[in-house]
């Protein structure tokens, strides 16, 4: 995507701007905001150029634009996703509908929550962002710790992230969607 122009749509969330459809809850936005913040943090510390930090800041402020909307309203746009994770598929669709093309940026918007294997860049440093800012209210030394490592040790990390988050699933009786158990399967074979 580098060298290219932003669709406006991107370059407007890259402002911290949302599309009309996006539905956000006002408490929420300071989540959005500290996403996009560390995605910022992370992609000057990478060396990114300007246009890459602006898709990364964009997809922090993007990734949860429905998260507030109702669960059975995006079951159209999600694709057969359980309730709880519907709202990144369907952003990624409604983005798609609109005209962006940026299937990286897409890609990571619709997998923050779950993972998948074959996650870009972009992907797995969101997956980690949202779970990683420091406005959370859970495991606050461990998330600091795991995030004071970033960007340098960016594939332990998501280990240790991926196992938190399916520990935390099966510890409540949910299954695991099968993009999680790729994802986790990728990252298990890697050095």
């Known amino acids: 995507m580098t060298n290219q122009a932003l669709h406006?749509?991107?370059?407007?969330?890259a402002r911290g701007d949302l599309p009309d459809w996006a539905c956000v809850a006002p408490d929420r936005r300071p989540h959005l905001a500290a996403v996009a913040e560390v995605l910022n943090t992370w992609a000057k510390e990478l060396g990114l150029d300007?246009?890459?930090?602006?898709?990364?800041?964009?997809?922090?402020?993007?990734?949860?634009?429905l998260r507030d909307a109702d669960p059975d309203g995006l079951a159209d746009e999600a694709d057969g996703y359980p309730r709880k994770v519907r709202h990144g598929p369907a952003?990624?669709?409604r983005l798609r509908k609109a005209?962006?093309?940026?299937?990286?940026?897409?890609?990571?918007?619709?997998?923050h929550t779950v993972?998948?294997?074959?996650?870009?860049?972009?992907?797995?440093y969101l997956y980690l962002a949202d779970y990683l800012e420091p406005g959370r209210s859970f495991e606050n030394s461990e998330r600091?710790?795991?995030?004071?490592?970033?960007?340098?040790d960016r594939e332990a990390v998501l280990k240790s992230v991926c196992a938190r988050r399916i520990t935390r699933l099966l510890d409540r009786g949910f299954a695991l969607?099968?993009?999680?158990?790729?994802?986790?399967?990728?990252l298990a074979a890697s050095p």
């Open 99 to 111: 005209g962006v093309d940026d299937e990286e940026l897409l890609e990571a918007v619709a997998y």
């Open 50 to 65: 300007e246009t890459e930090r602006m898709r990364w800041v964009a997809a922090g402020w993007l990734h949860d634009a």
């Open 115 to 124: 993972g998948r294997g074959g996650l870009g860049r972009l992907g797995r």
């Open 144 to 152: 600091a710790e795991l995030a004071r490592r970033l960007p340098q």
């Open 177 to 186: 969607p099968r993009e999680t158990v790729d994802f986790w399967n990728e």
């Open 91 to 93: 952003v990624a669709a």
């Open 8 to 13: 406006p749509i991107i370059a407007a969330a």
